[in-house]
């Protein structure tokens, strides 16, 4: 079977969570027998860790999102059994309405997020958004609080939920270290809740010590207020695959304070439970709080308040006892919901499936 992966960037060109998704998700299905293509915006035709990788032409971005008018040249004469989009993407969307009915494929989409930062375009995106949906033979989700508190996938009847995984042999537990430290991994941006993050740290008398493991556009604002204020927070930056375990595995806990629902499931919580670590993260009401479970692999706090991760931290540290059962349960959820090879084989199906309708 061959498979057209479709989204805007490829890694480990651009080191982000749908990009390394993406990426492992097509190494898994050549690996299986199946003929893989990613199809991105920019960068021409190329080869990247195996994969073939078809670049159209994109002008420019517009709030990240590329303008690439190929997108329907390209999805109308692709020769693809079946299309896998990854949203959010609307200039493939808006691409693929345009692909007249007698030259489209049957096709399957993975909802990472609802459009949060460009919500200003979804009166006229919307309506487009859903035909588009209604149309796959399959829209997946990480998670059931996704689909259920998403005003595009609440009301689908092709929905279902298949969480994001890990390779579980290579992300676990080292009993040998000694964790000394409380841990942020992400790109430093607004809906990451980074700032939250900082001023928790700025409230505490004694503040234990903090890594943050990432960089992007803040991290100069970033510097400036750790220096204001004399924080013991160090910034470690291109942070290489084997170092990030080793920071997962070293952390007291792992602390994800997002603060939107473009944090619409954390896979950096999963990559940390399985490394045996626990995690503090914002409540939010998408995939997040279901990955994290409240007192057994972590703990939530209030979404976007300071206090209440200091409170969350404070209640932390009191017993190790309770923290080194949570380290147990986090692997434990880990192992029983996030095995990478069982949910790509999942998503294998779909697609499998969505050839035979």
């Known amino acids: 079977m061959k498979i057209l992966q479709v989204y805007k960037d490829v890694f480990p060109e651009v080191n982000g969570g749908i990009e390394r998704y993406v990426h492992d998700l097509s190494i898994f299905l050549k690996n299986n027998g199946h003929s893989v293509e990613i199809l991105v915006a920019g960068g021409g035709d190329r080869i990247v860790d ?71 375009v979804m009166p006229v995106y919307g309506p487009i958004l859903r035909r588009f949906l209604q149309g796959a033979a399959k829209v997946i989700a990480t998670s059931d609080n996704y689909i259920h508190t998403s005003t595009y996938l609440s009301k689908l009847q092709n929905s279902e939920a298949i969480p994001i995984g890990v390779d579980l042999e290579r992300f676990k537990p080292d009993d040998s270290v000694n964790r000394s430290y409380y841990l942020f991994v992400g790109r430093f941006r607004k809906y990451k809740g980074i700032f939250v993050l900082l001023e928790a740290w700025r409230k505490m008398p004694d503040p234990p010590k903090l890594l943050l493991a990432g960089g992007g556009g803040l991290v100069c604002k970033v510097r400036d207020f750790i220096r204001e204020h004399k924080l013991p927070v160090t910034i470690v930056t291109d942070v290489a695959d084997n170092e990030l375990i080793k920071l997962y595995q070293g952390a007291k806990a792992l602390i994800l304070p997002s603060i939107q629902r473009s944090e619409a499931y954390g896979m950096v919580q999963v990559e940390a439970m399985a490394c ?53 349960r986090a692997r434990n959820r880990a192992q029983n919901f996030f095995n990478g090879t069982t949910l790509f084989r999942r998503v294998e199906e779909c697609l499998i499936k969505a050839t035979e309708i």
């Open 50 to 120: 195996g994969l073939t990788v078809s670049g159209i032409y994109s002008p420019a971005r517009i709030m990240s999102n590329p303008v690439a008018p190929g997108y329907t040249r390209f999805l109308a004469e692709t020769d693809a059994d079946i299309i896998h989009f990854h949203l959010p993407l609307p200039s493939a969307v808006l691409g693929w309405a345009l692909v007249r009915k007698s030259g489209k494929k049957p096709y399957i989409v993975t909802y990472h997020s609802d459009i949060i930062r460009q919500s200003f």
């Open 276 to 328: 045996g670590t626990a995690v503090i993260s914002s409540d939010l009401s998408t995939g997040v709080s279901w990955v994290n479970r409240h007192n057994e692999t972590g703990l939530l706090f209030a979404t976007g308040d300071p206090t209440a991760l200091c409170d969350a931290i404070t209640r932390f540290e009191e017993s190790t006892e309770t923290r080194e059962e949570m380290y147990k």
